[in-house]
């Protein structure tokens, strides 16, 4: 059980780590400029970008669940049609969006608030990455249905691929032709098509026999577009949908916040960010580990090993997240001048520091939690739990501890990440009382 988990996970921890690493040299190229405002613009301009595809996170969730299911139930054909459904919802999103584009930006843009100079450049990068929307969304689609097939070490191979021809191209766009917050813009908007690009031409080539097969069944739309199934497609997604919007008006809350507090703090809290995603994708790779594990036995009726799956993950994880801790102790300071040799910067980063040394032992919980819901495909307990720990505790929180400034706001993001963990185990150790993996 232990071999199987890391021959799921390991694969999926270097592939995730390499997103926030990816973000690390995002903010780092931008950081060494001369200003701070080019750092701030950036992270407002990627997060209104960012926000749309968390917030369609749902897409690589579904996914990767009922595909994981449908593999520990051998049903080949309803695995090609969540894949085709995935994509064809990924697309009609992404083309909704662009049309709304100009509504969008303005309305985000009026809400993110900071300097006139961080409101400039958050609009010249949002500008560009917009357009990439279809190929972001679609990656989504594709990168979970290998994952729930079992794929895990192709999903490594193209999240490393795509994140290093963006960094490539950070590089050149940034440092060499000078492009600034354009470059890293442009470079990320290549990456994305470069990754669907690969992504279909890897599933074309493995799956061309068994597609060949559905296309010449004339049922094949039919099936793709079943009421019923689309039905509970959609009930299933809504829930998903709810839990990462409420994540999304967090993270959303913190950069706004940051960045009526100032330029600096802005920045900083870019930087601060930055290393909270790598301590998430790094945790995410036990999850989805867990997640397809978890599906497989759920797909298979094997409640037997979904409870060792997840009592073996839990291991992993706290582990894990001691080492992300002791790592920040060691080298926390020194990861930061790495970033931004802004002396301000710098100094307001290595102040709200310690927050992300804690983070890893609080936020692990929720991280391994949210991949076993995923793989039972129980949405509503992820729902209730995001939206009483978004509305119960971070806002109420922050309230209480607006008067100390950023420490208020980071206090606040952790107790909403414990509350997350909190609740779902609770939900599945006590209250679900063994119903929630045996429900079907």
Request: aromatic fraction near 12%.
């Amino acid at each position: 059980m232990h071999k199987h988990l890391f021959t799921l996970a390991i694969p999926m921890i270097l592939s995730n780590i390499t997103v926030p690493l990816l973000g690390l040299v995002d903010t780092a190229v931008i950081g060494h400029l001369e200003q701070a405002y080019f750092l701030g613009g950036s992270t407002v301009g990627a997060m209104l970008i960012t926000a749309i595809t968390w917030l369609c996170g749902f897409l690589r969730m579904s996914t990767t669940g009922l595909s994981a299911q449908a593999y520990g139930a051998f049903d080949k054909q309803q695995g090609l049609i969540i894949l085709m459904r995935g994509v064809l919802v990924a697309l009609l999103i992404a083309a909704v969006v662009l049309i709304c584009q100009g509504f969008y930006l303005d309305i985000a843009l009026s809400l993110a608030g900071g300097s006139e100079q961080v409101q400039f450049y958050a609009r010249q990068y949002s500008e560009i990455r917009i357009w990439g929307l279809p190929a972001a969304l679609a990656n989504l689609v594709i990168l979970g249905w290998l994952l729930g097939n079992h794929q895990a070490k192709t999903v490594m191979v193209l999240l490393i691929v795509t994140n290093l021809i963006n960094l490539v191209l950070d590089l050149v766009f940034v440092l060499g032709l000078g492009w600034q917050v354009r470059g890293v813009a442009l470079a990320t908007l290549v990456a994305e098509y470069s990754g669907l690009t690969l992504g279909l031409v890897v599933i074309i080539r493995s799956k061309f026999s068994e597609l060949k097969l559905m296309w010449q069944d004339k049922n094949w739309f039919r099936l793709l577009t079943n009421r019923a199934a689309l039905l509970e497609y959609f009930k299933l997604n809504r829930d998903i949908l709810i839990r990462t919007l409420c994540l999304e008006i967090c993270f959303i809350f913190i950069t706004f916040q940051g960045a009526r507090l100032g330029d600096n703090i802005v920045a900083a809290n870019a930087i601060l960010m930055n290393f909270l995603l790598l301590i998430s994708f790094g945790l995410d790779g036990i999850a989805n580990a867990a997640e397809v594990m978890v599906g497989k036995a759920k797909g298979a009726g094997d409640n037997k090993k979904l409870k060792q799956v997840v009592n073996i993950s839990l291991v992993w994880s706290a582990l894990f997240a001691l080492a992300y801790s002791l790592a920040f102790i060691i080298g926390g300071q020194y990861f930061i001048t790495l970033i931004s040799d802004i002396p301000s910067v710098v100094a307001e980063a290595n102040l709200y520091f310690s927050w992300i040394i804690f983070l890893p032992l609080i936020s692990c919980w929720c991280y391994l939690y949210d991949g076993v819901y995923i793989g039972l495909m129980q949405a509503r307990a992820m729902r209730n739990s995001m939206l009483i720990a978004t509305f119960a505790c971070f806002f109420p929180m922050w309230w209480l501890l607006q008067g100390y400034g950023n420490h208020g706001l980071w206090a606040a993001f952790s107790v909403f990440m414990l509350m997350r963990g909190l609740t779902l185990a609770w939900h599945f150790h006590i209250s679900a009382a063994g119903k929630v993996v045996s429900a079907k």
